[in-house]
């Protein structure tokens, strides 16, 4: 049982670093009203591990921590990345195609809140809530199905945790 939670921390660590590396490597498009955050591709992650659901809210957490991100931005954009991730979970048994949409969902409908009272960003919220969405189709709908079918091919050697 040890070994398996040794595996688990060291999966979880692995992700929040990606996601924070990734955040930062595309920082130009990673934040503000219309954004795609490539790092969000990695939510495509909890199909293949439970880790990825602590190891991306954590990521996010750091990233929006180092990226100087308001209090309200770093606690709900840090949970919208949670829930999403926790219901990617919730469908690893279905189709692959049906992962992206908590994240999808999830950011889409919290981010333009906290970008209008974190950031008073001035755009309308249904319009802040569509340029959110078609980043986040573009970063988890097409670029983590893309890395959903790249892992796919490997899961038993990359990740070793019994996902059940």
Request: aromatic share 12%.
């Amino acid at each position: 049982m040890k070994n398996k939670s040794t595996l688990f921390l060291a999966q979880a660590a692995m992700i929040a670093a990606l996601y924070v590396v990734l955040t930062f490597v595309f920082a130009p498009i990673s934040f503000r009203e219309v954004q795609v955050r490539v790092a969000e591709a990695l939510t495509i992650l909890p199909v293949f591990t439970p880790a990825a659901v602590p190891g991306l809210f954590i990521g996010c957490l750091l990233a929006n921590v180092l990226g100087g991100a308001m209090i309200p931005d770093v606690i709900f954009g840090s949970l919208a990345t949670l829930i999403g991730a926790f219901f990617t979970w919730k469908l690893r048994r279905a189709s692959p195609y049906l992962a992206p949409i908590p994240p999808i969902l999830s950011n889409t409908l919290i981010i333009p809140f906290v970008l209008r009272y974190a950031y008073l960003i001035e755009m309308p919220i249904p319009l802040m809530m569509l340029t959110i969405f078609f980043g986040e189709v573009i970063s988890c709908g097409l670029l983590g199905i893309l890395l959903y079918f790249a892992l796919d091919k490997k899961r038993d050697a990359i990740f070793r945790i019994d996902n059940h």
